[in-house]
């Protein structure tokens, strides 16, 4: 069994809704307490939640298998934020630096799929 706390995919998602939690969300109006805040706190804990329990598969095929989940809510997250900005509930630097960490954990969950990918075959 792999440790996740050990997997850039998995910290680089931690602290990504760390950041949602505690620099985004406060920025946003009440009235969207329970709808877009709402969204982007269950896309944002969705990610490293998935990357760890990849992380109890027996096999690298499981693994790997597993590991495209994330992708899907790290997509859902990213959008999150551009309605966000739209809205002028955070500011292009806040927006700016969220895009590229999720672009960071898109290309790291990719390249950990390839990497074991080829190390199976």
């Known amino acids: 069994m792999r440790d996740f706390k050990k997997y850039d995919v998995w910290i680089k998602p931690h602290d990504l809704a760390l950041m949602g ?3 985004i969300a406060p920025l946003f109006p009440k009235t969207e307490q329970f709808t877009l ?9 969705c990610v490293p ?3 760890a329990e990849e992380c109890g598969r027996n096999t690298d095929k499981d693994f790997v298998h ?6 899907e809510p ?3 997250f990213a959008y999150c934020f551009l309605p966000s900005k739209n809205l002028d509930s955070i500011n292009n630097e806040k927006y700016s ?5 999720l672009n960071e954990i ?3 969950l990719i390249h950990l799929i390839k990497s074991i990918r080829g190390n199976s075959n």
């Open 49 to 51: 939640f998935n990357n």
């Open 66 to 71: 597993f590991l495209n989940q994330p992708i």
């Open 21 to 23: 939690y505690k620099e």
């Open 37 to 45: 805040i709402n969204q982007m706190k269950r896309a944002a804990y």
């Open 106 to 108: 898109k290309a790291k």
């Open 97 to 101: 630096i969220a895009n590229e960490r």
């Open 74 to 76: 790290v997509q859902e």
